[in-house]
């Protein structure tokens, strides 16, 4: 029988082309601070897959300002897809640690390139809804678009902007990795402690009925009755993916230590109960954690530290399945 430790795989993705704040890719290291701080051996026990990353980019000039640097974008999309569908045909459980939030598009096109038969339920924890594109993107950061890549949402009736049709034709291409388009349907994507969006996206959701757990419910009814109320609203879905952005967290009550903080958001208990009940459904196949970034710790390493406890109570719970 295969050693249950040896299933899960820590997959570091230090990307963070894709966001507009410099300092996520240092978030894994953040974490493996953490861990020494905390006296544990979790990164001895479980060693990293490390990715190729390209944030050499940052030092040079953007060449599409409504989908910077999308070129690579797609590079890093394809690098993350190959590995996440392999670890997951060798029946093992992907970890992934990354710095910005874009190229979870590329994990989601990894769970399809390895299931294209299988019906994908998402779980986005997010302060953000992630659904913009090159026509909507106030900023053109591409951590804002990663579920639009996997719905194939240009989102274009509500669109703010034109694009060229040399964006346009880069976009199409990102939206295409892995040979399937869509990923995912809207009525199988739920966020979690959504609460900073910009119209186009409230016209998407809305029009698209996606589901949405405020933190509110959550700190009336218990992390555990919202992750039932998930796992219901899922359960035609064959596989489950959840992504994580610590920026669902509150700022004030966690740390900045975030690209994007929004206050009056989940407590760490809340998210990591959370996350521990979904991860008891064997659907589950997929954790990512996103957008650590230590550079704006208004608290030292907090962010990292909270979240690493999070990450090794999921772990523990994802060995116990067996």
Not at 30 to 37: E, G, P
Not at 49 to 75: G, T
Not at 112 to 119: L, Q, S, T, V
Not at 159 to 179: F, H, M, P
């Amino acid at each position: 029988m295969r050693d249950q430790k040896s299933k899960i795989k820590i997959i570091e993705n230090k990307s963070e082309i894709g966001a507009g704040t410099r300092g996520s890719s240092l978030g894994i290291d953040a974490l493996k601070v953490a861990s020494l701080k905390s006296n544990s051996s979790y990164f001895f026990r479980y060693k990293s897959i490390v990715l190729e990353n390209y944030n050499h980019l940052l030092f040079e000039q953007v060449k599409f300002p409504k989908a910077k640097r999308i070129e690579k974008v797609i590079d890093v999309f394809n690098i993350v897809a190959n590995e996440v569908s392999s670890q997951l045909l060798k029946n093992n459980f992907p970890i992934i640690l990354s710095g910005d939030h874009s190229s979870a598009g590329g994990t989601i096109a990894g769970i399809k390139k390895a299931y294209p038969g299988k019906r994908l339920g998402v779980v986005w924890i997010d302060a953000h809804a992630d659904l913009h594109s090159p026509y909507t993107s106030p900023t053109g950061n591409l951590h804002g678009m990663s579920l639009a890549t996997a719905l194939n949402s240009n989102n274009e009736k509500h669109r703010v902007q034109e694009i060229d049709s040399a964006t346009n034709e880069l976009w199409d291409k990102l939206k295409s990795v892995g040979n399937i388009s869509p990923k995912i349907n809207a009525r199988d994507l739920v966020y979690v402690g959504l609460r900073s969006t910009e119209e186009p996206e409230d016209y998407f959701i809305s029009n698209n009925e996606i589901k949405n757990i405020n933190v509110e419910t959550i700190r009336r009814n218990g992390a555990e009755s919202a992750a039932n109320d998930i796992l219901d609203y899922l359960s035609k879905c064959d596989i489950i993916y959840i992504s994580f952005d610590v920026d669902s967290m509150d700022c004030d009550l966690i740390s900045y230590g975030t690209g994007t903080p929004v206050q009056n958001g989940l407590t760490d208990q809340e998210a990591s109960s959370l996350i521990n009940h979904l991860l008891i459904d064997k659907r589950t196949n997929c954790l990512e954690i996103v957008e650590i970034n230590p550079c704006l710790d208004n608290k030292q390493n907090k962010m990292a530290e909270t979240s690493f406890r999070i990450l090794e109570s999921a772990t523990s719970i994802i060995e116990k399945r067996g």
